[in-house]
């Protein structure tokens, strides 16, 4: 019996270990999915299901489904405008898309497919998904679709400081490298 009891309180050990991991996780990679999360945690697939579904159903997480990625956050600490931002940064070509359209003013999509290179169809879609989620808005001048940042622009700005810093500081320091050029041109 006292052997069934140490191999009990072992295993609720290893729980607590790794639900404690998994929130840790979450603090520094809100929006994470669940593959993501199993190759950055080492966890076995069917083990952090189990935990994430536990974490949720005691209410210290919530997911949200969106397109084919379930997105993981911890519970209270995200209005749903923050958690649409996170979502738009977890990918990679959406966020260089976002940071672009922050960069210029209401960029058409010729503008940003040539910028980050990637086709008009990836584009039309990406912005799609960011209007979707309210994180930008798309308009019509004459033939051309342009595209601005929706007005909370310092959530967005927020975010790519605290979870993406070195795309942030490439990408502001390629800003004040542009002012500075301008600036000695006057």
Same mark, same amino acid.
């Given at each position: ?5 140490? &191999? ?29 999360? !199993? ?46 931002? *996170?979502?738009?940064?977890?990918? @990679? ?19 940003? &497919? @040539? ?7 990836? &584009? ?14 798309? $308009? ?18 927020? $975010?790519? !400081? ?12 390629? *800003? ?11």
């Amino acid at each position: 019996m006292i052997l069934g009891e140490s &191999v009990s309180v072992l295993q609720k050990t290893d729980l607590k270990v790794n639900q404690t991991k998994i929130l840790q996780y979450l603090e520094r990679n809100p929006s994470s999915h669940l593959r993501k999360m !199993k190759t950055d945690l080492g966890l076995a697939l069917g083990t952090l299901r189990y935990h994430l579904h536990s974490l949720e159903k005691h209410g210290k997480i919530s997911s949200e489904k969106n397109e084919s990625f379930r997105y993981f956050f911890l519970v209270s600490k995200y209005s749903d405008y923050e958690k649409s931002v *996170l979502k738009a940064l977890y990918h @990679k070509n959406t966020r260089k898309i976002l940071m672009f359209i922050m960069e210029r003013k209401n960029p058409t999509l010729k503008d940003i &497919v @040539k910028s980050i290179e990637i086709s008009y169809a990836s &584009v039309r879609w990406h912005g799609d998904r960011l209007s979707n989620l309210g994180v930008i808005f798309e $308009f019509r001048d004459g033939r051309y679709r342009r595209y601005q940042v929706s007005t909370n622009v310092d959530i967005v700005v927020r $975010f790519l !400081k605290d979870y993406y810093s070195d795309e942030w500081n490439t990408w502001s320091n390629k *800003l004040v490298s542009r002012y500075l050029s301008l600036s000695s041109e006057v």
